[in-house]
């Protein structure tokens, strides 16, 4: 069967009766899994906690939770308590933000995001396996300490959200899957490489490691919903370009769209938040998301499938109604194969 997740944004001030439809929706139409973050609205566990008490069989993902909000140790405490409650289905994916939420919002110092990074998961494994954590690192000390709970899995599954260099060598090193996000379906194997060759580094092959980018999709026969889809889509990536620091301006310029990106943060330093969506091509909106008729979106998406991907993470566009998000899921449901 394929594999297919999704994701529901936590900023959103999404009503609970649709978290919970869509969770139990695609609960029945077999989707592996439920990913949820948190930026500044709310917090991943909660939310999935409240999802583990209205599904049967999902699992149950933070896409993503950040190494500089908790501490190893409570993120430890947390991702087993989920699976806990959820009788094993908890995924934990981790990833460093940016600075500008780290720095704003969290108030803490972004500083050396790949080795912080580093020192977290080997911690997060020790307390995980049940070990007394005797840790030495350059972020973290901790000493004597042996957790309380034992989680439902042998081995919680860790994906990391990474996007330069050194943080996919760390990924492929370390971690069970990656979680990338605004994937051009034909740059895939390029930006791989890195995750690839450590990877194969560490003994492992390819198939150990989940490809599980998230994915803007709108599936409707509505010519007004897909519009307003691509509308969507255009604002979201000009936000992420404009508004959220370098790293997404840079993944943009990789894939060949440096014109496009300097439109968009010329546009936003100048407060013109329509003029920054307008310098969004047609064809950046059709290489990284999945919008259209049913049809041309599970087409879209066998484009991913083809180019790498072993999990595509369907997300939402802002503002998307439930009924579009359930058609939408029922469009991309996995099928035999």
């Not at 979680?179 to 450590?198: D, F, G, N, R």
């Not at 990877?199 to 490809?211: D, F, K, S, V």
Request: aromatic share 8%.
């Amino acid at each position: 069967m394929q594999r297919i997740a999704l994701t529901f944004s936590s900023r959103d001030n999404n009503d609970d009766r649709d978290l919970i439809a869509v969770a139990q929706a695609a609960d029945r139409l077999g989707y592996e899994s439920f990913w949820t973050g948190e930026s500044w609205g709310r917090d991943a566990f909660t939310v999935l906690t409240m999802l583990a008490c209205n599904t049967e069989r999902i699992k149950l993902g933070t896409g993503i939770v950040t190494v500089y909000s908790r501490t190893p140790g409570l993120i430890a405490q947390s991702i087993a308590s989920l699976d806990c409650i959820s009788e094993g289905r908890a995924i934990l994916g981790l990833g460093t933000s940016g600075r500008i939420v780290i720095e704003d919002w969290h108030g803490v110092k972004f500083d050396h995001p790949v080795s912080r990074t580093r020192e977290y998961i080997e911690i997060v494994r020790m307390a995980l396996a049940g070990e007394r954590v005797n840790y030495d690192g350059r972020f973290y000390q901790l000493q004597r300490f042996r957790m309380g709970v034992q989680p439902v899995q042998e081995r919680i599954p860790i994906y990391v959200a990474s996007l330069g260099q050194r943080n996919l060598e760390l990924t492929g090193e370390l971690a069970d899957g990656w979680l990338p996000i605004w994937t051009h379906y034909a740059k895939l194997p390029e930006i791989k490489e890195p995750l690839v060759s450590a990877l194969t580094a560490t003994g492992r092959q390819p198939g150990a490691m989940t490809t599980a980018p998230q994915i803007l999709c709108c599936a409707s026969e509505d010519k007004e919903t897909v519009g307003n889809a691509f509308r969507q889509a255009r604002a979201h990536m000009a936000f992420y370009i404009g508004g959220m620091g370098q790293y997404y301006y840079d993944l943009f310029c990789r894939y060949g769209y440096q014109s496009e990106g300097d439109a968009v943060r010329r546009a936003w330093a100048e407060g013109d938040r329509g003029a920054a969506a307008e310098s969004i091509s047609d064809e950046m909106v059709d290489s990284i998301t999945a919008i259209g008729n049913p049809d041309e979106c599970r087409q879209k998406m066998e484009r991913f499938r083809d180019h790498g991907v072993d999990m595509p993470i369907v997300a939402f566009p802002h503002g998307t109604e439930r009924e579009t998000m359930l058609s939408t899921l029922e469009a991309l449901a996995p099928v035999n194969g």
